[in-house]
């Protein structure tokens, strides 16, 4: 059973920084994808950033230059959030593939990439 957990969410001003966490176990594969959702009150759940095993980035335009996505290890995922605005906040979601190669044929920020999903982390932005 494969698990992921998100850690880091909380409150923080406009301008604040957070750094969220995203820890899989259970898996006896390597997911080629993990990636960062958001999903907003009343909005659909929308792409944040993704990585492949090989460091390969892909950014939503909103959040480009101000969050990086990163692999620590191939079980653990990070989220550094910069320069926060009061339209980040949302609950965010850590999500991976099941490693097969079927991953490859969705384009990055599509959900339907991702077999595994995480119960989400809540971040505040207050002006």
């Known amino acids: 059973q494969v698990r992921l957990a998100e850690s880091g969410g909380g409150s923080v001003q406009t301008g604040g920084s957070l750094r969220l966490s995203c820890q899989a176990s259970?898996?006896?594969?390597?997911?080629?994808?993990m990636a960062w959702f958001r999903q907003a009150p009343g909005k659909s759940r929308d792409g944040v950033a993704d990585?492949?095993?090989?460091?390969?980035t892909w950014y939503a335009p909103s959040v480009k230059g101000r969050f990086t996505i990163s692999r620590d290890t191939e079980d653990t995922l990070i989220l550094e959030m910069n320069n926060l605005t009061p339209e980040d906040t949302a609950m965010y979601y850590c999500?991976?593939?099941?490693?097969?190669?079927?991953?490859?044929?969705?384009?990055?920020?599509?959900?339907?990439?991702?077999?595994?999903w995480g119960q989400g982390t809540q971040v505040t932005v207050s002006s």
């Open positions: 999500a991976a593939d099941d490693g097969l190669s079927s991953a490859d044929y969705y384009d990055s920020g599509d959900p339907a990439r991702y077999s595994y």
């Open positions: 259970g898996s006896t594969f390597v997911s080629k994808y």
């Open positions: 990585i492949d095993d090989n460091g390969f």
